[in-house]
């Protein structure tokens, strides 16, 4: 049940009924917390409880005060003359005001709180939960339980970050350092939370159960697999080997997912839409990390040894200019589709 | 008052009520009218100190900072069970770290057609926002640490990387070679358990018991990456 803030100023009953109007608009509409809900019949865990008690008690806390500067506002009425009392009044008003606005910003940073509950594990429960990522469950009648943590997730995204950096290993990559680091923080990051999101936005769609939390941490215990796949192939450039592990590990953490989904979804299109997005992207996620940063290295080889380029073998990113015979035309090839370089270069 | 009741809160549990009883602490009661001087919350030992320390020379201020720092350096290096970086916390150690780490990694790619400014950027950047990172998960996770205090820890434990980045410079200017890769990459090696081993020595104890590993492993992975940046350094 998805609670929202009443607005405090609903009960208002205080000796200034002028003034009352002016508090509400600044109430505004409840605090900046993201509201969780609390669906379905397989989370009954009480992580989502604990946000709404926060967000409840907080709401109390904001009533108190009000209620309390409503009191002082009505004994300052009897002792004064009009204008002292005016000023009074508005001189509190401002006060409350400001001081809400204050302890709105500052619940801003509270909100750390309200993430809290995401990250109540133990490490046996993660090492659990991380075997579990790779195991898909047959059980497609009844929806499966997700667990809803965000420190797994968090921490499998920041080791891929990790691995894809280490995967530059040769100290030529000094000069492209600078971007590749933004640039693998940037990809994991926006993988993670984007696709998350479109998913989400699917599984809207196809009226699925699911919640973001629940997206969120199943997309990033997906990562898993992936993580374990690029930390052995960018060690071992093997290409059979990479397309091994690709089909293996990243199919079956892809399966994980897709049962999971499966299980609660309703309908044999909206299934096969929701799932079949998602294994696309996953899969195709992983073998982009392992091309784009393979090309990279595959690249810095060329300069470094010629033309020497089997046939089959990948295109590198740019004609080396040190060719003789492609000197001139370079620049011309360097903007023509990379089919045509290979041809060309391969003479 | 509701404050009142969630201050009572049991810091032993897991609940996250104690840390409600923060915000009481600065919370402004109802009865100070709005003119009238401002007064600052804060120990009244630090305004002291600062009125008595406002006539001494520059240099008096400087030498007693510097040595406080040099001081916390010398229990980075060799780390014992002590909380003298938690108790008098300072920021300026691991600026001068951090800013001696960017400037010496920068130097790498001047001469290169790759403008140098990101590099330094790029550093001050990752070691600031992996240090904030760390510091809120480990305050998620039920540590008693505060912000601050989480931020210094992690910042003076980059000395020892520091100290890498420095003899892995003085070694490059060798002759390149396998020998010189095996040379810098044991040093690297060496310095970063040193500064894993330093860092948990100083958080460790601000943890629950039982997860401490959940805390310290990215730690783990942010001084790899600061690592892997000293490692993969070369001067061309």
């Not at chain 1, 109007?21 to 993201?34: D, P, W």
């Not at chain 1, 659990?128 to 339980?145: A, D, G, H, N, T």
């Amino acid at each position: 049940m998805a609670t929202t803030a009443a607005p405090a100023g609903g009960a208002r009953s205080g000796a200034g009924p002028e003034w009352g109007g002016f508090e509400e608009n600044i109430q505004g509409g409840g605090s900046a917390v993201i509201d969780m809900e609390n669906m379905d019949d397989t989370s009954g865990s009480s992580f989502e409880d604990m946000g709404e008690l926060h967000q409840r008690l907080r709401e109390e806390e904001v009533d108190a005060d009000a209620a309390a500067a409503e009191e002082e506002d009505g004994e300052f009425l009897g002792m004064k003359g009009f204008k002292g009392q005016l000023s009074r009044q508005v001189a509190d008003q401002m006060w409350q005001a400001g001081k809400r606005q204050a302890s709105r910003a500052f619940s801003l940073y509270a909100n750390i709180d309200i993430l809290r509950p995401y990250f109540d594990v133990e490490p046996a429960q993660v090492r659990s939960r991380l075997l579990e990522s790779m195991i898909p469950v047959k059980m497609v009648s009844f929806p499966q339980k997700i667990a809803g943590e965000l420190y797994g997730p968090l921490m499998l995204v920041f080791t891929l970050v990790a691995i894809l950096l280490h995967g530059m290993k040769t100290s030529d990559t000094i000069i492209r350092e600078g971007t590749l680091m933004g640039t693998a923080i940037g990809t994991c990051f926006g993988y993670w939370l984007g696709v998350s999101s479109f998913i989400y936005f699917l599984a809207y769609l196809c009226n699925a159960q699911i919640t973001m939390l629940q997206m969120l941490a199943l997309l990033g215990y997906g990562l898993f697999g992936h993580c374990i796949v690029l930390f052995i192939t960018y060690n071992i450039h093997l290409h059979a080997l990479f397309y091994l592990f690709w089909l293996l590990v990243g199919g079956l953490s892809t399966l994980r997912m897709v049962a999971v989904l499966v299980s609660r979804t309703v309908g044999p299109t909206q299934r096969l839409l929701l799932c079949g997005t998602l294994a696309a992207l996953h899969m195709l996620f992983l073998l982009y990390l392992h091309f784009a940063y393979h090309k990279v290295v595959e690249g810095i080889l060329d300069t470094l040894e010629g033309p020497n380029i089997p046939p089959m073998q990948r295109v590198p990113r740019d004609i080396p200019a040190a060719l003789p015979a492609a000197r001139l035309s370079a620049t011309v090839l360097n903007a023509t589709a990379k089919a045509v370089a290979v041809t060309l270069q391969s003479h | 008052m509701a404050k009142a009741a969630e201050s009572s809160g049991d810091p032993g549990t897991t609940t996250p009520r104690p840390l409600f009883a923060g915000l009481s602490d600065i919370s402004i009661s109802q009865d100070i009218p709005v003119e009238g001087e401002i007064t600052i919350p804060m120990r009244s030992q630090i305004q002291e100190f600062d009125s008595s320390t406002l006539n001494e020379s520059v240099q008096n201020t400087i030498m007693r900072d510097l040595k406080a720092v040099g001081k916390k350096f010398m229990h980075v290096l060799y780390p014992r069970k002590s909380n003298t970086l938690l108790r008098d916390w300072d920021l300026w150690g691991p600026l001068i770290l951090c800013v001696t780490l960017a400037l010496m990694l920068q130097r790498s790619s001047v001469d290169s057609e790759k403008d140098g400014g990101p590099q330094f950027a790029e550093v001050f950047v990752i070691v600031w926002f992996g240090a904030v990172t760390i510091t809120l998960n480990s305050k998620l996770l039920g540590g008693n640490i505060s912000f601050f205090q989480s931020l210094c820890v992690l910042g003076y434990c980059i000395l020892p990387l520091t100290v890498a980045m420095l003899v892995c410079r003085l070694v490059l200017l060798a002759e390149p070679g396998p020998v010189n890769f095996m040379v810098r990459l044991f040093v690297v090696i060496v310095m970063f358990a040193w500064s894993i081993v330093a860092s948990t020595a100083f958080l460790a104890d601000s943890q629950p018991p039982n997860r401490k590993a959940l805390a310290i492993y990215p730690v783990f992975l942010f001084y790899f990456v600061i690592s892997w940046m000293i490692l993969t350094f070369t001067p061309q």
